[in-house]
């Protein structure tokens, strides 16, 4: 097979003049009342199938050396959920048996709902406080620890801001802006690789700035979306400029406690990536980025019947998640047939196939336990649907 490292075309700084901004679009999103959108769907055939697949999966990194058969259990609605009209979902994990998913709706309203292995879905409570909510992403170092980054507003033409909130005791503290951060970010990811850290992803769309009669005025135009690094303890948070042009929320995962992986959709709908090595020391924690600061790689992939191809195009951001250290497995949506695409690698190599579904909305990714992914999307009646991934024998967070 032939080495992607030997052909990854680099996705230049912002600034170096060869990535162009992109034209308006306005994605069509339509509202059905399934999944699909307006035409029969034969589930049965070779290209609608919701995927079983039939090989098994090793742990990397695991001393046993056996097998774990496995499979997805195909896209499935979400049970007792109260959510008809979702714009994003998030979704963190605290423990191996327990999940909390974060939903946006159209209103830009946002709730957290919680599910557990014993239980099943529990209640949904609002979360927002009567703000806006425009994105958000979450993550957990901690069985008694909920970590959540948003964009808020009061209103929708006011600027927005980049916001944090923690769930810990059973509880949830109020909201507090992010210092040291532009105001106009308009989405984030965030991971936490090590217990009291955090490391967040922000993309901040530089719009044309003007004046009309002494007052400042926003142009219609992006010049720029850069990629911001925010890092800290939920307290206090630094910030790095990692440049690039992004047309999608990024996706954050750290694959074990001394590296984070970054992806994000370029202005051509195709996938790039850098990482990032974390040394901890007695002064605190650096880091070293791959390609570097201010470039980007494009990630390839073995497709099934395109042979070896750049992960192109997506029509949303991807979502990501490890469940072994050295292995990432990363979820796209077609930009042609809104079907899920799973990549799955080892930082060398790549491998591709299709999990069905026409979904409209970012996927959300999670690890809960080693070969136990549970992945979530909004389908095309724009309710939620969830696709998971572990032992053929255990029981999912879709299925009674």
């Known amino acids: 097979m032939r080495n992607p490292d030997d052909c990854l075309p680099k996705m230049p700084g912002a600034n170096s003049g060869t990535m162009y901004p992109p034209r308006s679009e306005t994605a069509f999103l339509p509202h059905v009342a399934g999944m699909y959108p307006q035409r029969e769907v034969n589930t049965q055939s070779s290209e609608h199938r919701l995927l079983r697949t039939s090989h098994t999966m090793f742990p990397m990194g695991l001393e046993t050396g056996h097998a774990v058969p496995s499979a997805w259990t195909g896209f499935q609605l979400l049970p007792n959920s109260p959510h008809t009209d979702v714009m994003k979902v998030a979704v963190s994990s605290r423990s191996p048996d327990g999940l909390d998913l974060f939903v946006i709706r159209n209103d830009f309203t946002m709730y957290h709902q919680m599910w557990s292995e014993t239980e099943g879905w529990g209640s949904s409570g609002r979360l927002d406080q009567n703000f806006l909510c425009f994105d958000a992403s979450a993550a957990s170092w901690d069985s008694g620890r909920i970590d959540v980054m948003a964009i808020r507003g009061q209103t929708i033409q006011e600027r927005r801001r980049t916001q944090h909130t923690f769930w810990e005791g059973g509880v949830w503290k109020s909201w507090s802006d992010v210092p040291r951060l532009r105001d106009s970010l308009v989405n984030t990811a965030l991971c936490a690789p090590w217990p009291g850290r955090l490391h967040a992803f922000g993309v901040d769309p530089h719009q044309e700035v003007g004046t009309f009669n002494g007052q400042i005025v926003w142009g219609p135009r992006i010049i720029s979306s850069e990629m911001y690094h925010l890092y800290g303890d939920?307290?206090?948070?630094?910030?790095q400029n990692i440049s690039g042009y992004c047309r999608s929320s990024p996706a954050a995962v750290a694959c074990g406690h001394d590296r984070i992986d970054v992806f994000v959709l370029g202005h051509d709908k195709a996938l790039y990536h850098k990482s990032a090595a974390l040394f901890f020391t007695i002064g605190g924690e650096s880091w070293s980025w791959a390609p570097s600061q201010n470039d980007w790689e494009a990630v390839w992939?073995?497709?099934?019947?395109?042979?070896?191809?750049?992960?192109?195009?997506?029509a949303y951001g991807v979502g990501a998640c490890s469940w072994a250290k050295g292995r990432i497995d990363l979820f796209g949506v077609d930009d042609n047939t809104h079907e899920m695409q799973h990549l799955w690698g080892n930082g060398t190599s790549c491998w591709w196939e299709t999990l069905g579904g026409y979904c409209i909305s970012q996927p959300a990714a999670v690890a809960r336990d080693i070969n136990r992914m549970d992945v979530f999307v909004v389908g095309g009646d724009r309710r939620i649907y969830v696709n998971s991934w572990g032992p053929i024998i255990d029981r999912f967070p879709g299925t009674p």
Do not use: D, K, M, V
């Open 301 to 314: 992939g073995e497709h099934p019947t395109r042979g070896f191809i750049q992960a192109s195009p997506f």
């Open 234 to 239: 939920g307290s206090s948070w630094g910030l």
